[in-house]
């Protein structure tokens, strides 16, 4: 009963934090979850109550639908563009800052083991895609840049896990094989996905088979998206494999899934709805909790007399954080010679323009919860009963770098993208303006097919009103997206054409909006419209067909 009264608490916190965030000057460097972890610290000092952290559970409860999401919105020609920079992120730079930071914190510290601080680089090395977004909520990031970031965040998880996994098996142990390691690492992240993206499959499948033969239900539909996410990260933990890539995969397929445009309007516009309150519940939840937490890491911390003064430690984090930065900076500098200043962008690359991106890359390179829940999992006891060397302080550590990544991105991350340019910026407005006039064109042909069958009909029957009537309206229908493509008109949602035949208006409408949705998912599943377009569009048209059913 406590844990439920403390997690309402922490949630009335999440809409407070949220309050706030909008009352605060934009110049102030506070994002939302720093704000947020600020306002749990506060919740754990003031209370007796303390939330006892699973990491497993917390693995479970928070990081599924998340990345889930995360998976299913993210624009994946973006990511199929950057995919040779992110993939380098995501893999070479885990494994990069590994070793570099590694050493470093073993150096800094010698009181921690090797293959403990190992670990603790590990955890801290993938940056958190709750906390990229969040930051990305108040800063002007530019596109490019965020879609690469997002693909980043989304992929490095299981580079950091097999990578944590082999630091605490050395420790364990005293044995390190990097044959096992390499094969350890395909088998969770491969296995993942592959396990992720056949539930989701199969689940799309079995789900649009009954909408067809046995009609849609809109609730149940969105009961199975919520249910995905976990299903798929179970599964993939069952079989020893990555829940958190499981969970991506599930994530992508949803989204391809979705371009055959068979989901009713009201059930997209409610299950996005529903979706975008659960990704703010659960954000802001792991932030809170992050704070909650805070009281209690520094009194571990602060029990052990030899590591010094707490200044001392914060002044290591400070120094932990520079190392990352530098680490980062360092692999993104390299790599974007090969990566966004290829081909034909080749001729815009200068060393000062390649330095500026990598700052800011690096800046933004925040980490969040996946890393304090990584931390956690640090075993208690190594073999005959003895402590884990360095458990606490390493737990420590690692919740310093993330508060301090996030301050240090909400300071210089505003400065560091303003008029910020990447070369070869993918053209979305002028893709959104030819896929709508493509959209209007196959309307105006669905109309004109549907007229004919009713001048067809008409023609049997000697209806000569009729005739007339549908003629009439067609040709009005028909004008307004005409007039739309040649830019005359307003948008299709706010022209109020007040018809005598309203039904036969509501009808020809109705065909027009069902053509003009089947077309822009044709241009998505033919990769000539982004699928982040696609759904801003296709939402549009939703809105104004449930205006028109309900």
């Known amino acids: 009963m406590e844990a439920v009264s403390l997690i309402l608490v922490m949630l009335v916190v999440v809409l407070a934090s949220s309050m706030l965030s909008r009352m605060l000057p934009a110049s102030l460097p506070v994002t939302l979850p720093l704000l947020q972890i600020i306002l749990g610290a506060v919740v754990g000092l003031v ?291 090969f990566t966004l200043f290829a081909g034909n962008d080749a001729k815009h690359f200068t060393w000062f323009k390649a330095a500026r991106i990598s700052l800011a890359m690096s800046v933004a390179g925040v980490r969040g919860a996946i890393s304090l829940a990584g931390i956690m999992t640090l075993p208690l006891y190594i073999s005959l009963g003895y402590p884990f060397p360095a458990r606490d302080l390493a737990v420590f550590l690692a919740t310093g770098v993330i508060i301090m990544s996030l301050v240090l991105a909400g300071m210089l991350l505003p400065w560091l993208v303003k008029n910020l340019l990447l070369p070869h910026e993918l053209e979305a407005d002028t893709r959104e303006e030819r896929a709508l006039d493509q959209a209007a064109e196959a309307a105006i042909q669905a109309i004109e097919k549907e007229l004919h069958k009713v001048l067809h009909a008409s023609a049997r029957e000697n209806s000569s009103d009729v005739t007339s009537t549908y003629m009439e309206i067609a040709a009005r229908v028909t004008d307004s997206y005409r007039e739309r493509i040649e830019g005359h008109a307003a948008p299709l949602e706010t022209q109020q054409m007040a018809l005598a035949s309203a039904e036969i208006e509501r009808k020809l409408l109705l065909i027009g909006l069902h053509a003009e949705r089947n077309e822009l998912f044709r241009l998505a599943r033919t990769k000539r419209l982004g699928e982040l377009q696609t759904r801003k569009l296709v939402r549009r048209i939703d809105l104004i067909e449930a205006q028109y059913l309900h």
Request: aromatic share 10%.
């Open 47 to 337: 209370s007796d109550w303390r939330l006892q952290l699973d990491p497993q559970i917390f693995f479970l409860l928070f990081l599924p639908p998340l990345l889930f999401l995360d998976g299913w919105r993210i624009p994946k020609e973006c990511l199929a563009h950057e995919r040779g920079l992110v993939m380098g992120l995501a893999v070479g730079l885990v494994v990069f800052t590994v070793l570099g930071a590694g050493y470093f914190i073993h150096w800094l510290l010698p009181v921690i083991p090797l293959g403990v601080a190992f670990a603790l680089a590990a955890v801290i090395s993938p940056t958190d895609p709750v906390a990229v977004s969040a930051i990305a909520a108040r800063v002007p990031v530019p596109k490019r840049l965020m879609n690469i970031l997002e693909g980043e965040s989304l992929l490095n998880d299981a580079s950091g896990l097999v990578c944590l996994r082999f630091a605490v098996a050395a420790v364990l142990t005293g044995n390190f094989a990097l044959s096992e390691a390499l094969l350890d690492f395909f088998h969770l992240a491969l296995g993942g996905i592959i396990i992720g993206a056949l539930i989701a499959w199969f689940i799309s499948f079995a789900k649009l088979w009954v909408s067809k033969h046995f009609g849609e239900d809109t609730a149940a539909q969105i009961l199975i998206s919520l249910l995905l996410p976990f299903m798929a990260y179970l599964a993939a933990e069952h079989f020893h494999c990555s829940g958190i890539l499981a969970a991506v995969a599930a994530g992508f397929v949803m989204s391809r899934t979705e371009l055959s445009g068979q989901v009713m309007a009201i059930t997209r516009l409610q299950r996005q709805s529903i979706w975008d309150t659960l990704k703010y519940a659960l954000n802001g939840l792991m932030f809170v909790l992050l704070g909650e937490q805070l009281p209690t890491i520094i009194g571990q911390v602060g029990a052990l007399d030899d590591l010094g003064t707490l200044l001392d430690l914060l002044g290591c984090v400070l120094l932990i954080n520079l190392a990352l930065l530098v680490l980062r900076f360092i692999w993104v500098l390299m790599s974007l010679r």
